[in-house]
């Protein structure tokens, strides 16, 4: 079954870039899915960041998007995610998922274990 | 609208039954997934579209919508249900994800 592995650091400073890749075994990243980023801030709830489609189209949360990148490396079979000018408030577990969409709706099926990231100095 | 709103939090007795409830403009285009996630661990899926159960996902647990309003209810609730549960959708433009804020549940 397809598994989704998040890693890269766990502190990034203020003001500086937050990288995270997510890499997908059992499975092709060139499937019918998106492939999203989501996620969940100490305490908090879950935060959708965005999502990317094989072909290379994405889709981004409009409060971050001036921020975001998220890219795919089909040799690879795994995608990233970058976050410029991140802040304290970035500080959060960040899961991959892949999203299935399904008649008029969608499905979050496969979740990494998530990462943590701290932004601190 | 780009929002979903769930009440914060919901309790039940072992063995009876519970609603959550999920709110916003796109449930009346879009059908609600819903997520179960446990302190310290990933969300998982346990009903997506008019109400399907991936495999795994006990029966007592069944989702159902009207209007703006998605319910996700657990048909006599466990202790191991006790968790915090999350709605999400595609916004109304499709384009867009978007979460509830979730609700956690507490089994007495």
């Known amino acids: 079954q397809v598994q989704l592995q998040e890693s890269g650091p766990g502190l990034v400073k203020p003001s500086g870039t937050l990288s995270l890749t997510c890499a997908v075994s059992?499975?092709?990243?060139?499937?019918?899915?998106?492939w999203s980023w989501v996620r969940q801030p100490p305490g908090k709830g879950l935060e959708w960041i965005g999502e990317?489609?094989?072909?290379?189209?994405?889709n981004y949360n409009p409060s971050l998007k001036s921020r975001v990148t998220i890219s795919v490396d089909k040799s690879k079979n795994q995608f990233s995610l970058k976050l410029s000018s991140v802040t304290a408030a970035d500080t959060a577990v960040y899961y991959c998922?892949?999203?299935?969409?399904?008649?008029?709706?969608?499905?979050?099926?496969?979740w990494g274990k998530g990462t943590t990231v701290t932004v601190s100095s | 609208s780009s929002e979903l709103t769930q009440d914060p939090a919901v309790s039940v007795a072992l063995g009876q039954t519970v609603r959550i409830t999920c709110q916003g403009d796109?449930?009346?285009?879009?059908?609600a997934s819903w997520y179960q996630q446990k302190p310290g661990q990933a969300p998982v899926l346990v009903i997506y579209?008019?109400?399907n159960r991936p495999s795994g996902i006990p029966d007592r647990f069944s989702g159902s919508s009207s209007g703006n309003t998605a319910s996700l209810t657990i048909t006599g609730a466990q202790a191991e249900d006790e968790a915090d549960y999350y709605c999400?959708?595609?916004?109304?433009?499709?384009?867009?994800?978007?979460f509830g804020g979730g609700t956690k549940l507490t089994v007495l």
């Open positions: 998922a892949r999203d299935s969409l399904v008649v008029r709706g969608n499905r979050m099926d496969v």
């Open positions: 059992g499975g092709s990243i060139s499937s019918s899915n998106w």
């Open positions: 990317i489609y094989h072909s290379g189209s994405t």
């Open positions: 796109s449930l009346r285009s879009y059908y």
């Open positions: 579209g008019k109400n």
């Open positions: 999400n959708s595609r916004d109304s433009s499709g384009n867009l994800v978007v």
